[in-house]
C-alpha cells in the first residue's frame, strides 16, 4: 500500500490537533468585533489576502496559530 500526498498536507502540530495555519481577518466598524476572512496554510497566501483586504480600506490582521486544538 502506498501513500499519496497532496502539496497542501502539513504535519499536525500536535496530537488531534489542526495543522499550522494563518487566518486573516478583518475588523467591522459597525459590529465593533473581528471577523474571519478566510483561513490558509501558508503565511505566503495570508499576506496575499491581507493587502487585497487592506486595499479595500478594511482594518485586517493575520492570526497565527502554531498548535490548537481540533475544533476551529
Keep these: 500500500m ?3 500526498w497532496q502539496e ?3 504535519a499536525v ?5 489542526d495543522p499550522r495555519h494563518f487566518r486573516v481577518q478583518y475588523f467591522d466598524t459597525k459590529e465593533m468585533f473581528w471577523h474571519r476572512h478566510d483561513v490558509y496554510n501558508s503565511r505566503i497566501d495570508a499576506e496575499v489576502a491581507l493587502q487585497e483586504l487592506a486595499s479595500r480600506g478594511l482594518k485586517c490582521r493575520i492570526l497565527e496559530f502554531g498548535s490548537c486544538a481540533a475544533a476551529r
Design 13 to 17: 502540530s500536535v496530537p488531534g490537533g
Design 2 to 4: 502506498s501513500l499519496q
Design 8 to 10: 497542501s498536507t502539513i
